[in-house]
């Protein structure tokens, strides 16, 4: 009797059957391999992620070009030109390699960076957290030492990122060298205008110096933005102790600038307020009182008064200021003093306060100062543009003082 061969037996599974249980194996399969293949991929390219985050933002030292200069130094030092060395650039191990990717670890390296970026303790705290900080900028220089010739090598090289101090939203930096404790002899740069990264490489030689002395100094450098019409303003400085520097060949630093601190502390604070009033194009000043400032006096105490500045551009256009307060560090002022100014100069105006102390026997001297504009610190732009932000009304606050 013929038997239909596709007929299934009673008791054994259909084609499809085994078909659809081929296909669940199948899947199954797959989905385990890549599940192992992602968790892999995601140890693998999240660790590489990280490391090149650690090896990142190595700071260019080969740039700049030498100038030939000569510079009249005390006794003791002498400057002189030295040929720029050629800078090298570094080369990273992860430029030159590649890997093949697949489309599935592309899809987990992305998915790794986003993870990683909005990790807590990401990039971004860290840039948030470092904008309550002023940046005032870095240094590059260096330093060795000539056995041979006893003599002290420092070359200034260039500064990068410096604040602006001037009312044009700009400085006029150069660098002051001492060798600490002394002060009476230091070295200076050249001024270079306008310039908030500029490139010095110039080269200073300390001629005669035991090393034994040497190694007892400290090396002292001070920023500071040259000012024609007063006193030149602290950027920021740097000190390295020369006993923890190896000065048996030139050594290359990056250094972050730090506010300076001349060693005369706080100067004190200054309430006062601003008053803008479009429609009359007139700001008004408050300088209502001052608190714990300077001594400048030999018996311990100040008499000051303040003094206000008008500055469009790169001019003095008005000053006006208050009466003076006779031996006393916490004045109380209450004085107004009123400003014309047009609308479409607003942008271009500074107004420099300075709190100074009466002298009868010599110069007045400078407690300190605040400059209110569009680009001044981050607490006098606050100030200014929340004087913009409520016109006719006064916006009252305290400014720190500053050298």
């Known amino acids: 009797m013929y038997r239909d061969p596709e007929a299934a037996s009673p008791g054994a599974p259909t084609r499809d059957v085994l078909l659809v249980s081929a296909i669940i194996t199948v899947s199954l399969s797959v989905t385990v391999v890549l599940c192992g293949l992602c968790h892999w991929c995601q140890r693998k390219l999240g660790k590489r992620y990280k490391n090149s985050l650690e090896t990142a933002g190595t700071p260019d030292s080969g740039r700049g070009r030498s100038e030939k200069k000569a510079i009249k130094l005390p006794a003791g030092g002498k ?33 790794t960076s986003e993870m990683l970026m909005l990790s807590p303790g990401s990039e971004e705290d860290e840039a948030h957290e470092g904008c309550s900080r002023e940046n005032l900028g ?3 220089f260096s330093v060795g030492y000539n056995f041979q010739e006893s003599t002290l090598t420092v070359k200034i090289m260039k500064a990068q990122e410096l604040p602006a101090k001037d009312f044009s939203g700009t400085s006029d930096p150069f660098v002051k060298i001492y060798l600490l404790p002394d002060k009476k002899h230091k070295l200076e740069t050249k001024v270079k205008r306008k310039n908030l990264n500029p490139h010095w490489n110039e080269t200073f030689l300390f001629e005669g110096f035991p090393y034994e002395k040497v190694v007892q100094r400290i090396l002292y ?18 000190s390295i102790p020369l006993n923890k520097v190896d000065l048996t060949q030139m050594q290359t630093f990056w250094k972050d600038l730090k506010p300076c601190s001349d060693g ?3 100067r004190g604070e200054l309430l006062l307020s601003l008053c803008y009033n479009p429609s009359a194009n007139s700001i008004i000043v408050n300088i209502i009182k001052a608190r714990n400032l300077k001594a400048m006096d030999i018996g311990g105490t100040s008499d000051p008064y ?8 790169d001019k003095r256009v008005e000053k006006k200021k208050t009466v003076t307060m006779k031996r006393n560090l916490n004045p109380i002022f209450n004085e107004s003093f009123a400003f014309d100014i ?19 026997l010599s110069r007045n ?7 209110l504009s569009w680009k001044s610190g981050p607490g006098e732009v606050k100030h200014w543009k ?17 050298a």
């Not at 450098?221 to 000012?227: G, K, M």
């Not at 001297?365 to 400059?371: E, L, P, S």
């Not at 004087?387 to 400014?399: D, E, G, K, L, N």
């Open 264 to 266: 005369s502390g706080s």
């Open 138 to 140: 870095r240094i590059q």
């Open 386 to 402: 929340d004087m913009i932000a409520r016109p006719r009304q006064p916006v009252a606050q305290w400014h720190q003082l500053k």
């Open 221 to 238: 450098l001070q920023v500071l933005d040259y000012d024609r019409f007063s006193r030149n303003d602290p950027i920021g400085e740097v």
């Open 342 to 360: 047009p609308t479409e100069k607003l942008r271009e105006t500074t107004i420099i306060i300075t709190v100074m102390d009466k002298d009868k």
């Open 365 to 371: 001297d400078v407690i300190g100062k605040i400059y």
């Open 306 to 313: 303040v003094k206000v500045w008008l500055m469009y551009k």
């Open 79 to 111: 400057a002189v030109n030295t040929a720029p060395v050629p800078g090298q650039t570094p080369h990273d191990e992860s430029d030159r390699r590649t890997e093949p990717r697949s489309s599935v670890s592309d899809l987990v390296n992305s998915l």
